[in-house]
């Protein structure tokens, strides 16, 4: 099972930074999407373009993935994740989605659910729900 570590958000691993997760809420709800190819629903995510800040890639991808036009995000922790001799390292933003257009990345994602939990057709289950469980302790004023 991989080790996941929460640091502050500004911290800059060895290993680089190659993805963005974003904890997305709208109309009170998380917002999860359906991976095309996947079939399952999933956090938005997505690798750090060559060249890009990870702050321009978080809302890149969310606004690609979810269609979200309007919103407010901001990173609230850089992780990494450990399995085997492997690290991988990527920032968790929070975000607050005020609009959503009805533009989104359609052939990498079939559709989107608003749910207060976790979805139970979930990908990559056990790093999505250390993240999630990070993303609520957030929300909460936990962390």
Same mark, same amino acid.
């Not at 790093?127 to 993303?135: E, K, N, T």
């Given at each position: 099972?991989?080790?996941?570590?929460?640091?502050?958000?500004?911290?800059?691993?060895?290993?680089?930074?190659?993805?963005?997760?974003?904890?997305? *809420?709208?109309?009170? %709800?998380?917002?999860?999407?359906?991976?095309?190819?996947? %079939?399952? /629903? +999933? $956090?938005?995510?997505?690798?750090?373009? %060559?060249?890009?800040?990870?702050?321009?890639?978080?809302?890149?991808?969310?606004?690609?993935?979810?269609?979200?036009?309007?919103? *407010?995000?901001?990173?609230?922790?850089? /992780?990494?994740?450990?399995?085997?001799?492997?690290?991988?390292?990527?920032?968790? /933003?929070?975000?607050?989605? %005020?609009?959503?257009?009805?533009? *989104?990345?359609?052939?990498?994602? +079939?559709?989107? $659910?608003?749910?207060?939990?976790?979805?139970?057709? $979930?990908?990559?289950? /056990?790093?999505?729900?250390? $993240?999630?469980?990070?993303?609520?302790?957030?929300?909460?004023?936990?962390?």
């Amino acid at each position: 099972m991989p080790r996941i570590d929460f640091h502050p958000p500004d911290h800059y691993p060895g290993c680089g930074l190659t993805f963005v997760v974003i904890g997305a *809420r709208y109309r009170d %709800k998380w917002l999860f999407i359906r991976h095309r190819h996947r %079939k399952s /629903y +999933e $956090l938005p995510a997505g690798h750090i373009g %060559k060249g890009e800040e990870a702050d321009i890639a978080a809302s890149r991808e969310l606004a690609e993935e979810t269609g979200a036009t309007v919103f *407010r995000i901001e990173c609230i922790s850089t /992780y990494t994740v450990r399995e085997d001799a492997s690290i991988r390292a990527g920032r968790l /933003y929070f975000a607050e989605i %005020k609009t959503m257009g009805q533009q *989104r990345d359609e052939s990498e994602i +079939e559709d989107f $659910l608003l749910s207060s939990s976790l979805p139970s057709d $979930l990908g990559f289950p /056990y790093v999505q729900s250390v $993240l999630f469980d990070y993303l609520e302790a957030y929300r909460a004023g936990v962390r």
